[in-house]
């Protein structure tokens, strides 16, 4: 099983080492134990307790069962929003984690206790069918970073959208296939196929058109070439070269992300 170093202020849930010792336990068959001194978050009690329980979360807390009786709110939605922020950024085992926590992002000092952060979204807007969201996708949970919005909204500021321009404008291209009337993965479909975004855009049905064989080609580098011939020369499929112009939107940023992985 692997070991899990521990070091003095290392955090497991709600408590926070001190201090460590080993100490033999038992009397018939004596064993070698270590143990963790460690401090709840809830209440500020110092206690000893094994490291397998501490590390392995069997020991969260105290005991104190403080999260429940200070504020009365464990079970509402606003609580359940809170602590999954906290989750996301800091529990390893959640499945969301390499996307927060994962990627540097961190809940404010403020933040990390529960009755700001509900101060503060009582004061910004907050209802039952908002969410929150943080303005720059790569920052951390914290007042100057954060709002309350529409799944729709916060779905449109996600680090890995498809950003387009239409009509010197940049748009989402699902936000730009909704205004249309288009399911975005029929536009996303159309694009893939050769047509051009305007194209794409139409309501005409192009079900059975043969246009499948619209030749389109790429610019980059100052030149203009086919999906295949872009492919050939960047020594990679045709596949794995449309996969990545969907992400990164031109050729020229394709080849300069293709340089920064070798």
């Not at 000893?48 to 939605?77: L, Q």
């Not at 999954?84 to 996307?99: D, E, I, P, S």
């Not at 996303?188 to 192009?206: C, H, I, M, V, Y």
């Amino acid at each position: 099983m692997k070991q899990t170093k521990v070091y003095i202020g290392t955090k497991f849930h709600n408590l926070t080492v001190l201090d460590m010792r080993s100490v033999v336990r038992g009397k018939t068959s004596p064993r070698r134990e270590v143990q963790l001194l460690c401090k709840c978050d809830f209440c500020g009690s110092e206690k000893w307790y094994p490291k397998f329980n501490v590390v392995n979360g069997r020991t969260k807390s105290c005991g104190c069962s403080a999260s429940k009786t200070v504020h009365g709110e464990w079970h509402t939605r606003l609580y359940g929003i809170w602590s999954g922020m906290k989750r996301r950024c800091y529990v390893t085992t959640c499945k969301m984690y390499k996307y927060y926590g994962g990627r540097g992002i961190k809940v404010c000092d403020e933040w990390k206790d529960y009755i700001p952060f509900r101060d503060w979204a009582l004061s910004h807007g907050y209802t039952e069918k908002l969410t929150i969201d943080r303005i720059d996708v790569n920052g951390d949970y914290c007042p100057e970073n954060c709002r309350w919005s529409t799944y729709l909204v916060q779905m449109n500021n996600k680090r890995n959208n498809h950003i387009v321009e239409y009509q010197g404008k940049e748009y989402t291209l699902s936000e730009l296939a909704r205004e249309h009337g288009l399911s975005s993965s029929v536009v996303s479909a159309r694009l893939r196929k050769g047509l051009s975004l305007e194209e794409a855009l139409s309501k005409e049905d192009f079900r059975g058109k043969g246009f499948k064989k619209v030749l389109k080609l790429y610019k980059g580098q100052g030149k203009e070439n086919t999906l295949e011939g872009w492919a050939a020369e960047l020594g990679i499929t045709k596949r794995k070269l449309s996969h990545k112009l969907y992400y990164y939107g031109t050729i020229d940023e394709v080849i300069r992300r293709i340089e920064f992985e070798k």
